[in-house]
């Protein structure tokens, strides 16, 4: 079964870092894009950005931009979202997403919560 | 970036109802529209790409059609499972970007 898993739930403090994975299982890691998608409470979709396994190339919204990193460990079939300094603002569900040659988003992670308070 | 607008922003419909959700996009994307469904409290799931082509193992009273600027997607005989919020998203160009969302309620 094709699946992308993602880590638990994180509650941080405004300036801390973290990183949240995204495991594929059950399909060829390399050949399919891993995208992120941000919820914040209440609020819609929002595309974050994507990353190509086969060599790591990434493409990030402007509105994400400098302010998360996409990354990911080809091994260990893991795609990655990090922050260096954390705000009280990126408090939302993240997902992750698999991503067809041909584009669109067709299987989904469980969503990973971060809290960020003080 | 391409601004998705979704119509109705929400709707209440009875079971068994045709129910119809418009995406308009601000400039022409072909047929690089997708639809997402998801329920409360749980992750998006995929229904349609390429704006008509349904997703495996989605049921086919879930329905898309469009091409260019105006999208659409059609439940037929809604039920109560169907309770949700719709997504459209484009993914012509980058930033691919999402529509506010469609929440459909069942009378």
């Known amino acids: 079964e094709v699946q992308l898993v993602q880590s638990g739930a994180e509650v941080k403090k405004p300036g801390e870092s973290l990183r949240i994975s995204c495991k594929g299982l059950?399909?060829?890691?390399?050949?399919?894009?891993i995208t992120w998608v941000r919820q914040m409470p209440g609020k819609g979709l929002e595309w974050m950005g994507k990353i190509d396994p086969s060599d790591s190339y990434t493409n990030y919204s402007p509105s994400f931009q400098g302010h998360v990193t996409i990354s990911l460990d080809k091994p260990i079939s893991t795609a990655y979202l990090q922050w260096s300094s954390l705000k009280a603002s990126d408090t939302a569900m993240y997902y992750c997403?698999?991503?067809?040659?041909?584009?669109?988003?067709?299987?989904w992670g469980q969503g990973t919560t971060v809290t960020v308070s003080s | 970036d391409i601004q998705m607008t979704q119509s109705p922003s929400s709707l209440s419909a009875s079971v068994g109802d045709r129910v119809t959700i418009t995406c308009r996009a601000s400039?022409?994307?072909?047929?690089?529209l997708a639809w997402f469904q998801q329920k409360p409290g749980k992750a998006p799931k995929s229904l349609i790409y390429a704006a008509s082509s349904l997703q495996s193992g989605v049921p086919s009273k879930f329905s898309g059609s469009g091409s260019g600027t105006e999208f659409t997607l059609t439940i037929s005989r809604l039920q109560p499972e169907d309770l949700a919020t719709y997504y459209c998203q484009q993914y012509n160009d980058y930033p691919q970007t999402f529509g506010g969302g469609t929440k459909v309620e069942i009378k």
């Open positions: 997403a698999r991503s067809p040659e041909g584009g669109g988003m067709d299987v």
């Open positions: 059950g399909y060829s890691f390399t050949s399919y894009w």
């Open positions: 400039q022409g994307i072909s047929n690089y």
